[in-house]
């Protein structure tokens, strides 16, 4: 079907703009992160994470990765600070990764690539009220990006409930985890304009990366492999890895770093 799309030879990156024209667009993610050339701004604060109060609800196979979503009805879990002028609501957050442990992350840093990449979507309730108008509104989304490199040991909770989602489509219920347990303890960080890195690609996100990895293990990461892209009643079994896209043109944007 037309808005069919995934990472592998016909239906992967490269010919997302086929369907999503905007693939092509000023405001892509990923890009590749120059450290050097990044602005260091005295005026951009810290992040601030009010995830004490989350309500997850669940934790699902969407035949792209693994989400956890939450509650969002109220302003129960919240990012703010840094480039955001109000808070903004976590969604979801979901992973990306690679096979046999080399690449995996999106953004990448003078070229070098992580294992996977954590990505906290969150959308400003302030403006919009729902997430489908905030998606596609160049001020629309935040998501704070969490590179992850080698053992973790939160992760166990995730990486445990994963076998419950092998196949494209299954859902479980997974409630009380807080995703600030993923979180590495500095939150500095580099942000920029960017957009969604899978289909519809919309240009709305405030990106916010965070410069320290996180640890995970190559048996944690493997545990994410076990999962497929595809639906229990079909046939083949295709592995769920290198679901990420590569880094994107610039396009005259500024990197800005906190301190
Ligand atoms: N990888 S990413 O963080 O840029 C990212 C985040 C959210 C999404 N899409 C979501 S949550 O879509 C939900 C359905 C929807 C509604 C309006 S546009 C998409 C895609 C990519
Ligand atoms: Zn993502």
Known sequence: TGNQWGYGKDDGPSAWNKNYPVADGDRQSPIDILPHQARHDPNLGPIVLNYDRCTSINIANNGHSVVVEFEDSDDRSVIQGGPL????????????????GCHGSEHTVEGNSYASELHLVHWNAVKFKTFGEAASAPDGLAVLGIFRSDEHRWLHMITDALYTVKFKGSVTDF?????????????????????????????????????????????????????????????????????????????????????
């Open 175 to 259: 409630k009380g985890f807080n995703p600030k347990c993923l979180l590495p303890s500095s939150l500095h960080y580099w942000t920029y304009l960017g957009s969604l890195t899978t289909p519809p690609l919309h240009e709305s996100v405030t990106w916010i990366v965070v410069k320290e990895p996180m640890i995970v293990s190559e048996k944690q990461l493997g545990k994410f492999r076990t999962l497929v892209f595809t639906g229990e009643e079909e046939d083949e079994r295709t592995r769920m890895e290198n679901n990420f896209r590569p880094p994107q043109l610039l396009k005259g944007r500024t990197v800005r770093s906190s301190n």
């Open 85 to 100: 002028d109000n808070p903004y609501r976590l969604k979801q957050f979901h992973f990306h990764w690679g096979g046999k």
